[in-house]
C-alpha cells in the first residue's frame, strides 16, 4: 500500500519477531503503565531504533541495543513492543 507522497506503508512487526542483527523502530508498546514506564525508563520509546542482537540459546531472553547501551528483556515483554522494520 502506498501514501499520497509514494512513499510505501510498512506494516509493524512485533520486537520478538525479529532475526538476529534485525533493526526498527519503535511504534507502540502495550502492557499496563507500569510495564510501559519501565521501558520508557530503558530508553524504549516511540521513534527509537531498536537492534535485536541475539537470543539466548533457549530463545530468551534476547538482548537489545538502545541509543548505545546493551540490554536484556524477556520475549514475552519484546512481543509487546511494536516496530517498523528498517
Known amino acids: 500500500m502506498t501514501h499520497a ?6 506494516q509493524s512487526h512485533k520486537l520478538s519477531d525479529l532475526a538476529p542483527g534485525g ?3 519503535i511504534r507502540r508498546v502495550l ?8 521501558l520508557m525508563e530503558l530508553g524504549l520509546v516511540p ?3 531498536v537492534e535485536l542482537i541475539r537470543r539466548a540459546p533457549m530463545g530468551d ?9 546493551h540490554f536484556s528483556i524477556r520475549d514475552s515483554e519484546a512481543a509487546r ?6
Open 31 to 38: 502492557g499496563e503503565s507500569r510495564f510501559a514506564r519501565r
Open 61 to 69: 531472553p534476547i538482548e537489545l541495543l538502545v541509543r548505545g547501551t
Open 23 to 25: 533493526c526498527g523502530i
Open 5 to 10: 507522497t509514494g512513499r510505501t506503508q510498512r
Open 81 to 86: 513492543i511494536y516496530v517498523d522494520p528498517v
Open 47 to 49: 521513534g527509537t531504533r
